[in-house]
């Protein structure tokens, strides 16, 4: 099983500044990796897609990068709505998906 | 519109069964696998499994291989998630999510989700 790891697991920043989200695979998933973005009381939408790719409707100022093991999900400018839980996931190993604990974004 | 449609907020005593129920609309819901998520109270997401309701083929994750029951009826867009036998740990929201058609494998429609409670 692919173990994902993300860090940090809270990370406070205040609106405007840019925010830097980690998630780390136990071995290459090469660019099978998505983000997704979950606000309290929903249930969570895709924000990034193979690594690097924003899905639809997603604003210019979320960026995903990297390959293989580390994964790091910026987003530029925090506006009030980007406040919520960031969770990384493997498709790499399919059927057996995993996901990362999750980095709440919160509001310094 | 596309979407993945959950039954309501369950509660169950320990040892009681259960069975919820996630109905897609709007695609071809027949030709798309769909997967279950568990979200404990204050936790992250947890795979447990995959369906492909065209034929039913089953994937689960081994830490749900007997835990848990994944079936579909393809006759009215549904697949569901089913216990014999609930515990007071089973107490989550479970979401379903589809699994993207093409030859990457992300979730891009998710449900709101199923709460189930399970307390003596």
């Known amino acids: 099983e692919i173990v994902m790891t993300q860090s940090p697991a809270i990370l406070s920043v205040s609106p405007g500044e840019r925010a830097t989200l980690s998630c780390r695979a136990s071995?290459?998933?090469?660019?099978?990796l998505a983000w997704y973005q979950q606000k309290p009381g929903q249930a969570p939408r895709l924000l990034i897609r193979g690594a690097s790719a924003r899905a639809t409707g997603v604003p210019a100022r979320f960026s995903g990068s990297g390959s293989g093991t580390n994964f790091t999900l910026t987003i530029s400018s925090l506006q009030s709505e980007d406040f919520a839980v960031y969770h990384c996931?493997?498709?790499?190993?399919?059927?057996?998906?995993?996901f990362g604990q999750g980095t709440k974004l919160e509001i310094k | 519109e596309e979407q993945l449609v959950q039954s309501g907020p369950e509660v169950k005593k320990p040892g009681e069964s259960l069975k919820i129920s996630c109905t897609g609309s709007?695609?071809?819901?027949?030709?798309?696998?769909i997967a279950w998520v568990r979200q404990m109270p204050g936790k992250g997401l947890e795979y447990m499994g995959v369906i492909y309701p065209g034929d039913s083929d089953v994937r689960k994750s081994p830490s749900f291989q007997d835990q848990v029951t994944i079936s579909a009826d393809k006759s009215i867009s549904t697949t569901y998630l089913q216990w014999n036998s609930l515990k007071a740990s089973d107490t989550a929201i479970y979401y379903c999510?589809?699994?993207?058609?093409?030859?990457?494998?992300?979730?891009?429609?998710w449900g709101r989700g199923t709460l189930v409670i399970v307390s003596s």
């Open positions: 996931q493997q498709y790499h190993d399919w059927p057996l998906y995993s």
């Open positions: 999510a589809r699994r993207f058609f093409g030859g990457s494998r992300y979730f891009d429609l």
């Open positions: 709007g695609y071809r819901f027949n030709n798309y696998w």
């Open positions: 071995q290459s998933v090469d660019s099978n």
